[in-house]
């Protein structure tokens, strides 16, 4: 009988179904072992290209991007600003995808991606309401104020805090990966919120400066830095959830032979 | 550059303040969220030996005493 349930199979799936080069990468990717390996080739390059299109975008738009017409120099916040609110929403997207690969295909590095992504996240977030709050003294008057904008970043920060400590709420790292995940996935609601916060109600925050839809509303040279800005943020968040979730593969892992081999090898050279 | 000097660069006509405080944090977070996982990644590689040596001075203990064991036998 076993050969016939065989030969079903070998139908079904194919017979090197695993080793077919379409899906090679989807479970090398998989394994923590070889995205530790290669993403140490990767982290000299990413950190090398995030620090030198940061610096480029930060002097372009601090000293030599045009002034504001109407906010004046209080403005340039908007180079880092802008940039920290877009990776705070697009890493919450990342966190909440990883966390939704790990439920469905129970794929362990998914899940330590998706742990690695929130205290960056939150941070950004941080950034983002700090850099809001002193963007805003000279600019309305206040630091702070309870706009729609505003408050659904807070919450933002809070569904990322939120995420980080349940964590630790579990004694299994399985139990705790899918209640992050699960309150991941139900915080992306915040998201949109958070896009149509400025046109759904009346803000003090001024809308959006960049859509995907339309030609941004600035200047091509105060856009132009920006653009290069946002890149970077991007780059950098690539650096940064990399060396993150390299730290949660060798907590999950130390008692394994390869982590082992690996102390070894370092130690012996 | 946009400034006639690196003062005017500094006070941005009275906003200076606000933007170098802004980029300051922001560099400051940025820097503590690439940092602190290399420090992490330093403690648990150092804990990873440590458990190698451990185990390594238990099965060396283990040898040694098996070793006196089987000497007092043979007297």
């Known amino acids: 009988?076993?050969?016939?349930?065989?030969?079903?199979?070998?139908?079904?799936?194919?017979?090197?179904?695993?080793?077919?080069?379409?899906?090679?990468?989807?479970?090398?990717?998989?394994?923590?072992?070889?995205?530790?390996?290669?993403?140490?080739?990767w982290l000299p390059w990413l950190s090398l290209a995030a620090l030198l299109v940061l610096a480029t975008?930060?002097?372009?738009?601090?000293?030599?991007?045009?002034?504001?017409?109407?906010?004046?120099?209080?403005?340039?916040?908007?180079?880092?600003?802008?940039?920290?609110?877009?990776?705070?929403?697009?890493?919450?997207?990342?966190?909440?995808?990883?966390?939704?690969?790990?439920?469905?295909?129970?794929?362990?590095?998914?899940?330590?991606?998706?742990?690695?992504?929130?205290?960056?996240?939150?941070?950004?977030?941080?950034?983002?309401?700090?850099?809001?709050?002193?963007?805003?003294?000279?600019?309305?008057?206040?630091?702070?104020v309870w706009d729609a904008r505003i408050t659904s970043m807070l919450i933002l920060l809070f569904?990322?805090?939120?995420?980080?400590?349940?964590?630790?709420?579990?004694?299994?790292?399985?139990?705790?990966?899918?209640?992050?995940?699960?309150?991941?996935?139900?915080?992306?609601v915040n998201i949109p919120i958070i896009n149509k916060s400025v046109d759904w109600w009346y803000t003090l925050h001024q809308p959006a400066t960049i859509k995907l839809t339309s030609a941004p509303s600035m200047h091509m040279d105060m856009f132009m830095p920006l653009l290069v800005m946002i890149v970077g943020?991007?780059?950098?968040?690539?650096?940064?959830?990399?060396?993150?979730?390299?730290?949660?593969?060798?907590?999950?892992?130390?008692?394994?032979?390869?982590?082992?081999?690996?102390?070894?090898?370092?130690?012996?050279? | 550059m946009y400034f006639e000097s690196f003062e005017a660069l500094l006070h941005m006509n009275g906003h200076g303040v606000y933007v170098w405080s802004s980029l300051a944090v922001t560099l400051a977070a940025m820097l503590w969220l690439v940092i602190a996982p290399l420090f992490k990644q330093r403690a648990l590689l150092q804990e990873v030996n440590r458990d190698i040596q451990r185990q390594q001075d238990r099965e060396r203990a283990a040898k040694t005493a098996s070793l006196s064991d089987s000497h007092e036998e043979s007297n």
């Open chain 1, 1 to 41: 009988m076993s050969w016939l349930s065989d030969k079903f199979s070998n139908t079904l799936f194919g017979e090197s179904s695993k080793e077919s080069p379409s899906w090679q990468w989807f479970y090398r990717l998989g394994s923590p072992r070889w995205f530790y390996q290669r993403s140490g080739q």
């Open chain 1, 57 to 144: 975008g930060l002097v372009w738009g601090l000293a030599f991007a045009p002034e504001d017409a109407k906010q004046g120099n209080s403005f340039r916040i908007i180079y880092i600003h802008v940039p920290a609110a877009f990776l705070a929403q697009s890493g919450y997207f990342i966190m909440a995808i990883a966390g939704a690969i790990g439920l469905i295909w129970k794929m362990k590095i998914s899940y330590m991606v998706m742990k690695a992504a929130a205290p960056i996240g939150a941070v950004l977030t941080f950034i983002a309401l700090f850099t809001g709050a002193v963007w805003g003294k000279p600019t309305w008057g206040a630091y702070w």
């Open chain 1, 233 to 269: 943020f991007y780059l950098f968040y690539a650096v940064a959830l990399i060396l993150h979730t390299r730290n949660e593969i060798l907590r999950r892992e130390r008692k394994t032979s390869w982590v082992r081999e690996l102390v070894t090898a370092k130690a012996g050279g």
């Open chain 1, 159 to 188: 569904l990322y805090a939120g995420v980080m400590a349940l964590q630790y709420a579990y004694h299994s790292v399985d139990a705790a990966s899918k209640a992050s995940a699960i309150l991941a996935l139900v915080g992306t």
